[in-house]
């Protein structure tokens, strides 16, 4: 979830849509249609109060980071990178970021800070994070995203089901920490037996209401995911009320099923919820796992993966690319080609594919990053040092794709397929 903050004084441009929203592709796309001729500011704080309880803490940081931005600034100035109209929007985008930071800023449920400005062209943009961020500042011609991207990759939403032989509970669960219960049902069988029934049948009875329960929770749970179709799902519950469940599941909601957990319903709804969370977090974790043995694997046999930063740019700009990986703290200088879009490791001369004008670019892996959210590429950050012998990124290949690839340092062929790259306006 995302509040969209007040821009730091009127006139600014800013966008107020008021309330939570999730961080959904349209605002990434919305700050990333920024880019064009004049600077724009980025930047990161992380202010969750776990970490920084004191906010005088988290204000040294974001002096550090304007600083920071500054020096950069008149370093691009020294250098000729920028006029003197560019310098200046830089400058009053930093004094403008320093403004909104000295409002007042509820830590309870924010634990981190994205603003982007562009002064030049009445722009700003404040979004309040439920989740952490690495701090960052990035001043340059394009909206450094990247975080955004990733935090909205990693974000979800589940639905939690407790199930036994005569009761369920339904909880709705969202990544940054909201929850709401909304089923509770007791289908408890009677306690009495009618002398008029036999045993036998009784026990008959007994079971088809057990059916019929089961086919209930699973009508219901089809209905919430009708209204949710995104959601994961996790099952708690004894293990045989589970099997009895799925076997009452379509093919389809069993797709949906991140995990199972054993849990008695006499537990409370937060135990519920809980115990949920940790299967997702252990879903995910296994996830991210598998996907660095694939891309180590096909890497080694050259099944339709590259690793390295220039290898990775090259199934960018190609449209080849179907996953991306890369390690959270990773960065270095590279280019942008005017012309075409196309993303390099150089930071000026000619573009590779079409001889267009390369522009530098602060944090190409940044850029890289944007550009395969914004074209569905899936997206995984991971800790330093994860993929350091593979230059701290790698990509898996699209299927239709997956000849011999190049990785950088050895060959292993090469990718063919569509050549396509990136049109000026999707960077």
């Known amino acids: 979830m995302i509040e969209m903050a007040p821009a730091p004084h009127a006139g600014r441009g800013n966008t107020e849509m008021g309330g939570r929203h999730m961080l959904e592709t349209s605002v ?24 920084s309880p004191r906010w005088p803490d988290v204000e040294l940081r974001a002096g550090h980071l304007l600083r920071l931005a500054r020096q950069r600034a008149h370093a691009r100035d020294q250098l000729g990178a920028g006029s003197a109209a560019s310098g200046a929007s830089a400058e009053a985008d930093l004094a403008g970021i320093e403004r ?18 562009c002064t030049a062209e009445g722009r700003f943009e404040s979004l309040l994070l439920p989740e952490p961020v690495r701090d960052q500042v990035v001043v340059d011609l394009e909206p450094d995203v990247a975080q955004l991207c990733l935090l909205s990759s990693a974000s979800w939403r589940a639905i939690a089901l407790g199930v036994d032989r005569e009761r369920w509970r339904m909880m709705r669960l969202e990544e940054d920490g909201e929850e709401e219960e909304i089923d509770v049902v007791d289908d408890r069988l009677p306690h009495g037996i009618d002398v008029d029934i036999e045993l036998a049948g009784f026990g008959h009875h007994d079971e088809e209401l057990v059916r019929e329960h089961y086919h209930r929770v699973a009508r219901s749970l089809e209905e919430e995911l009708r209204r949710r179709p995104e959601a994961r799902v996790v099952l708690c519950g004894p293990q045989e009320s589970l099997r009895e469940l799925e076997a009452h599941l379509p093919e389809r909601v069993r ?77 270095m200088p590279g280019g942008r080609c005017e012309g075409c879009g196309l993303l390099v490791t150089a930071t000026a001369g000619a573009c590779p594919r079409c001889g267009g004008h390369v522009r530098p670019v602060e944090n190409v892996v940044d850029a890289a990053v944007g550009d395969a959210y914004l074209h569905d590429v899936t997206l995984v950050a991971l800790p330093d040092g994860e993929l350091a012998d593979l230059g701290r990124i790698g990509a898996l290949v699209a299927a239709w794709a997956r000849t011999e690839v190049r990785t950088e340092g050895h060959t292993e062929g090469h990718a063919e397929g569509r050549t396509e790259g990136l049109e000026p306006s999707d960077a």
């Open 100 to 117: 909104w930071l000295g409002h007042d800023l509820d830590r309870s449920k924010v634990r981190g800070v994205a603003l982007f400005s």
């Open 255 to 331: 797709a949906q099923v991140a995990g199972r957990a054993h849990l008695e319903l006499d537990a409370a709804p937060a135990e519920l919820a809980r115990c949920a969370r940790e299967v997702l977090e252990a879903a995910d974790a296994d996830r991210r796992s598998a996907m660095v043995a694939e891309l180590r694997g096909r890497v080694a046999t050259g099944g339709g993966a590259v690793a390295g930063i220039d290898a990775c740019l090259a199934v960018l700009g190609t449209a080849q690319a179907e996953s991306l990986l890369v390690e959270r703290t990773f960065e």
């Open 28 to 51: 990434i796309r919305s700050i990333s249609a920024w880019a064009g001729g004049a600077p724009i500011t980025s930047f990161y704080l992380d202010v969750d109060g776990r970490r």
